[in-house]
Every structure is written in structure tokens, then in C-alpha cells.
């Protein structure tokens, strides 16, 4: 006897993490299986079963189901207005912060940050602000996303001419070398720190001054959601940053943990 649909499903996710430990019971049901879909056309099957036995004679396949369920976009400066408000108003506040208490340790999480664009732009930012006094900060920023694959791709800073579409045209000239692609200078690179990590099953980095989880938690339950809140909360130091993307916002009882800073660009601060 044939499995149901929503059999299939969740015998596919079960496959999924015992074989690749990507646990995906918290992701939106109705969004995963968008995206899932899309890899049945791909490969020409027409229910879970039948892309089981694909996964089983082509374990490339996991590459690009992984690809397709985590969305790697990879542009610079993705949402300007946001950008030029960290940059304007986040980083100068959170410098200034700094400078009264004494410290010099900067501390930053792209979380979920495909391709590398996000931290890798966050990173250009505190350089173009501090200039030559940015010696004097021993800044970290922390990337991760639970796709190994896209991780060791961010570690080599390429990208091709349309990641870059949106870069001014004197950042792109002081910070990448051109050659056939478009990599970033080694100050920049060295700034950023990428690692394998799930937001679900591992805990956050803690100590940290800003946070940027753009367009995740979209992907995930209400629930979970408001339990990331949570750890992002804890894992803020008092007064730092939380971004989200444009069309998320906090919920539940997240909602009494941040102030908003900016409601347009979904930028919130630690009470």
C-alpha cells in the first residue's frame, strides 16, 4: 500500500535527518513543501517515496535539495535602506557605546548567512566608519548557516559581477581585487569568522552586539520563532542589536524583550 502524501513527508524528513542530521520539524510545513517540490519536478518524480529513491542513488541530490530548501541569495547591501541605517545609525551608536564604557571588543552573528554577502558587508561598514582607528577595535563578526557547502563557498569571498550589482562603485574599487570575479581584500576576509551551526539544535553564540537573522525565521514555526527570540535575547549583551528581514517582525513574548529602533528596517534592541 502506498503512504499518503503527508506520509511520505514525514517519512522524507525522518530519511533526512538520520542521513544528513538536518532536522527540518520546525520548518513551515506549507513552505518546505514548496520547496521540496521543487526538487521533485526537477528530477522528474511525482511523490516523496520516488525522491527518496532518487536521494538513495544520488546523494549529489542533497546538495541541491539543501540549496534549494535554504535559499543561498548572495547579494551585497540586499536591502539598502536597512544597510545604510546599521551603517549610519547602528554602528556609530554602538561605537560610541563602546568608547564610554572603555571597550574595545566588538562582537557580531550573521545568522543564516548564506553566500557570506551579509557579514562580509557588515565587516565593510566598520571599516569604512572607523577608517584608521579600526586597529584600535578587535571586531569579530560570526558567520553560520547550516549548509556546509555554501559555508566553504563564503570562506573564498568570490562572486560574480551580478553579486556586486548594488555595490557603490569606490567600495568595489577599495575593497575586491578583480579578476574574472570579484574577491574580497584580505581585511575584510579576516574579519569574518564562518562555521557550520543549526539555530535549531545548537545553541547561539552568546556575548554579542548585534545579531542579523535576515529572512530565517520566516521559514520557521510560530513557536520556534518565538523560542530563537529567546536565545537571541540571551545571547545579546545588554543594549545590542537585533536585525531581522523586511517582512518579519517579533511576536509573542519577544515582544516585551526588544525595543524597536527602527520598525521600517525591523531593527530592535535588548532591553
Known sequence: MMPTNDQGFTVLR????????????????????RRIDVRLRATGVHNYPEYM??????????????DTITINVTDFFRDKSAYRFIETRIIPELLSSKKRKGMKIIRAWSAGCAGGAEPYSLAIFFHQVLGKRIGDY???????DIDKK?????????????????VDGKILKRYFNYHLKYTLKEEIKQMVRFKRHDLIS??????????????VLIYFSRHLQVKLFNRFYKGLNRGGYLVLGKTESLNGVASG???????????????
Open 138 to 144: 578587535h571586531i569579530s563578526i560570526y558567520a553560520t
Open 202 to 215: 545548537e545553541k547561539p553564540i552568546a556575548h554579542l552586539d548585534i545579531i542579523m537573522c535576515r529572512n
Open 53 to 66: 529513491v532518487v536521494l538513495k542513488k544520488d546523494p549529489l541530490e542533497y546538495e541541491k535539495l539543501f
Open 14 to 33: 525522518k530519511r533526512i535527518l538520520k542521513e544528513r542530521g538536518l532536522d527540518l520539524s520546525q520548518y513551515r510545513e506549507k513552505c518546505l513543501k
Open 150 to 166: 555554501v559555508i566553504e563557498k563564503a570562506k573564498r569571498a568570490e562572486y560574480e559581477a551580478n553579486a556586486v550589482s548594488g
Open 257 to 271: 524583550l526588544f525595543k524597536p529602533i527602527s520598525i521600517r528596517e525591523r531593527i530592535y534592541q535588548k532591553i
